[in-house]
């Protein structure tokens, strides 16, 4: 059984364009979050929900706002496309508490901006 | 806030040899130390954690020391397999954040030769 899924797996588009990503976990978990993955594999946290709650929302542009339509999903929408957007893009799950830094990744979602 | 420094970028290491990974960070609240490991292609797993209150963890061939005088800690591979390349990456908790998210190092690529 598939934990944190993501799709799509591949999203190739161009510039200007708005886009979305989505993201289901079946653990039961209550807090999800997105990271980006650059083309030298740093890992960076972009958002983070705790019970449909927007807990964490590092510095990034408001072009990428995250949609959480109940505890299981997290979609990411982005608009107005840029080059630099292109990245793998990773969803993750952790439950509250002490097993909070455990967290769970989906198989990512590689975006390429042309 | 708390920063981590990882290194090596790239380890290159002979089958069944041993493999040292090792973490730096600055705060010396962080409490929590996991290690994550991204196959390609994949999101990146938990492998091993520890927490501050011990010296040293094992899981049959991996083991994780901390040393929090010194602010370090690494990952032992021992008898290393091809299974074990991959991308490792380290974290710490930053007790100074009240989201309490992991700070990630920048990765190690992991090659096993034959």
């Known amino acids: 059984d598939t934990a944190v899924s993501q799709t799509p797996k591949y999203l190739v588009t161009q510039m200007g364009n708005d886009k979305s990503i989505k993201c289901e976990q079946n653990?039961?978990?209550?807090?999800m979050y997105w990271y980006k993955q650059d083309s030298k594999k740093f890992l960076k946290i972009m958002f983070s929900y705790n019970n449909k709650e927007l807990i964490i929302n590092e510095t990034v542009p408001n072009r990428f706002s995250p949609k959480s339509p109940d505890k299981a999903h997290l979609n990411l929408h982005i608009n107005s496309l840029e080059l630099g957007d292109s990245a793998v893009y990773f969803c993750?799950?952790?439950?509250?508490?002490?097993?909070?830094?455990?967290?769970?990744f989906g198989p990512g979602t590689r975006l390429t901006v042309t | 806030g708390e920063n981590v420094e990882q290194h090596p970028s790239t380890l290159s290491v002979q089958e069944g040899d041993s493999a040292v990974i090792k973490c730096t960070y600055s705060d010396s609240a962080s409490n929590y130390f996991p290690w994550y490991k991204q196959e390609l292609g994949k999101g990146p797993q938990l492998i091993i954690d520890?927490?501050?209150n011990v010296g040293e963890k094992k899981d049959q061939r991996i083991a994780v020391t901390l040393n929090k005088t010194a602010k370090h800690f690494s990952l032992h591979i021992t008898e290393t397999q091809p299974e074990d390349s991959a991308v490792y990456f380290c974290?710490?908790?930053?007790?100074?954040?009240?989201?309490?998210?992991?700070?990630w190092g920048a990765g190690t690529k992991l090659i096993i030769k034959p």
């Open positions: 974290a710490a908790v930053d007790s100074l954040d009240s989201n309490y998210q992991l700070i």
């Open positions: 993750a799950s952790s439950q509250p508490g002490p097993s909070r830094w455990e967290q769970y």
């Open positions: 520890i927490r501050s």
């Open positions: 653990l039961g978990h209550d807090t």
